[in-house]
């Protein structure tokens, strides 16, 4: 009986993968096809985790530290404007400069872990990539990119008062506002951000051009920084800055707002886009 199933598998395994090889579209000009996106996204998933261990760490620790770019321009911002207009109003205004860091990692090919998590789940979907895999690439490069954000955390929590950029104050503020909410809304939040950082990957997959690209980037990275939602990476640099210097973020609410996040941003990114992108392209393929 199992002999049998996992011959059926097989069977829609590679009808599937058929369905996915006819699925380029003949004219260039028209927007891709759904199974054309489909398509490219698995094999650069598969792409990635052909790589070495040591290049994945080391892009990923360099994703770690371009994102921090977006932390810089926040503080700086902040720093600006305060005293000078409502508070509430500086944290919408953040949204204007939070897509920074987001373009330099996306536009220069550095492994973001919400931006890779949908990528990464494909080929496991697909069966070409085991779980034990999947699981064993999201952990080298959430390490990278934490390492590196702690590191540019370090370096940006010195660099910005001594430019007069920003003080202690605004840093403690703005890792404050990220960590001053319930577990539960922090996993509900992440889950909304991992599954905009999943639909920027399928949209920067679908465009054709550098300048859509950043488009694409800018506004889905604007929302999540105008409406506050809780993205991991750029958020261990918050809290963990935070931490250096504000007296309500000790080392336990630092760690247990940062895995809610990291665990958040997974589900969003593997539900709402990889698995559900691949089950609708699924329902379209008549087996047989």
Known sequence: ????????????????????????????????????????????????????????????????????????????????????????????????????????????????????????????????RSVFSLFKIWGVVILGNLV??????????????????????????IGEHFADYDLPTILVSAMLAGWLMGLLSWLVTSSKETTSEILIIYIITAVMGFTGLHHSIIGNIEIFAGMLVSPHIDFLVYLKTLITALIGNALGATIFVALLKYRAFLFNVKMP
Not at 75 to 98: D, H, M, N, P, R
Not at 149 to 170: E, H, K, M, Y
Request: contains cysteine.
């Open 1 to 128: 009986m199992d002999s049998e199933n996992d011959q059926k598998n097989q069977e829609e395994q590679e009808k599937v993968d058929k369905e996915l090889e006819n699925s380029e579209s003949q004219d260039k000009t028209k927007t891709k096809t759904h199974g054309e996106i489909l398509r490219e996204q698995i094999i650069e998933g598969c792409e990635t985790y052909d790589r070495s261990k040591s290049s994945i760490l080391l892009s990923s620790f360099t994703a770690g530290l371009e994102i921090g770019f977006s932390f810089l321009m926040i503080c700086s911002v902040f720093g600006f404007f305060q005293g000078k207009v409502a508070e509430e109003t500086i944290f919408k205004l953040i949204a204007l400069v939070y897509p920074i860091g987001f373009i330099l990692v996306v536009l220069g090919q550095s492994i973001l872990f919400t931006e890779q998590t949908s990528l990464l789940t494909l080929p496991v979907l697909s069966n070409k």
């Open 148 to 173: 590196g954000g702690i590191l540019i955390a370090l370096t940006l929590s010195w660099i910005g008062p001594n430019l007069g950029l920003f003080d202690a104050q605004v840093i403690a503020k």
